[in-house]
């Protein structure tokens, strides 16, 4: 029971979160959306609506995370970060302890920066919304600097984690 329910927590920090904050973020352009993630203000929200709002958040998370692959991932590496030539003809004797660093590192590396590649959309959607009609940087924008520069950084530190203990589990011998 626990495996799934840490499986079950990876995926939803991995995806649906940030997916959701994708969705928010596109709502400030499309009213429509707005309204679904919302519910309509007489009946509320909708067991339909949550659903078809889970399932977006997870295809909006998954899209996020191809962003984030061909966007973060390489910036990380070319600035240092070096992914080990592991032998992943070890993996299949500790399958376990793999899957164990995936969900208790490598998901948080996927929020991490999952998370800033659909805040960053969610504020540019935002900033070029209707609803945003001021000018200039203001407290908001400074805390999303702070928020993204937090998330950047918290995001290298957890992939450099995990390909620390994934190399160390897969380079040593039992």
Known sequence: M???TTRHFGLLIAYIAPGF???????????DLRDLLIGSRQEG???GGFLYVTVASIAS?????????????????ATGLKRP??????LHDRVVAYEWLVENHYRHYQFY?????????AWLCWRGSIADSRMGFDELDVTMCF????LALGSRS?????????????????
């Open 45 to 47: 929200p909708s067991l």
């Open 21 to 31: 904050i994708g969705l928010w973020g596109a709502s400030y352009l499309y009213p």
């Open 2 to 4: 626990r495996d799934t």
């Open 147 to 150: 928020v993204v520069l937090v």
């Open 85 to 90: 030539d592991w032998d992943d003809g070890r």
């Open 113 to 121: 920066g999952n998370t800033l590649v659909t805040l960053l959309f």
């Open 61 to 77: 998370g998954m899209l996020a995370n191809a962003v984030r692959w061909a966007l973060l991932d390489s910036m990380h590496h």
């Open 158 to 174: 957890t992939l450099n984690r995990y390909y620390q203990r994934v190399d160390r589990l897969l380079r040593d011998s039992e």
